[in-house]
Nanobody
Framework: QVQMVESGGGSVQAGGSLKLSCKITGGTSKSYCMGWFRQVPGKQREGVARINTASDGIRYGDSVQSRFTISQDNAQNSLYLQMNNLKPEDTGMYYC?????????????????????WGQGTQVNVSS
């Protein structure tokens, strides 16, 4: 059984930084696609970034391009999201997710429907 646990959320002022972490345990596959998504009440879950276990297939949502950096560490079974120059519109619950390797290929959009396993989320609040 795959389990994913996020950490690192919190409250910051606009312009600040946070680094989210996601610990992934369980499952037998060593090759897969991972992603970060965020959601605010009343809105659809939005793709933030994705990466595969070879650190390829990186894609960012338009609103976070050049401000956020996704990375992963196979030795630590962990996924990370470095968030810089945070804006109030970045506020939301951030989820890490895992899907099949192929869904990090260029032909696939950054869409939550491609991910099967999800964490419980970590809250990020950015004040102006």
């Amino acid at each position: 059984q795959v389990q994913m646990v996020e950490s690192g959320g919190g409250s910051v002022q606009a312009g600040g930084s946070l680094k989210l972490s996601c610990k992934i345990t369980g499952g037998t596959s060593k090759s897969y696609c991972m992603g970060w998504f965020r959601q605010v009440p009343g809105k659809q879950r939005e793709g933030v970034a994705r990466i595969n276990t070879a650190s390829d297939g990186i894609r960012y949502g338009d609103s976070v391009q050049s401000r956020f950096t996704i990375s992963q560490d196979n030795a630590q079974n962990s996924l990370y999201l470095q968030m810089n120059n945070l804006k109030p519109e970045d506020t939301g619950m951030y989820y890490c997710a895992r899907g099949l390797w192929t869904y990090c290929s260029s032909g696939y959009s950054l869409d939550h429907m491609y991910f099967d396993y999800w964490g419980q989320g970590t809250q990020v609040n950015v004040s102006s």
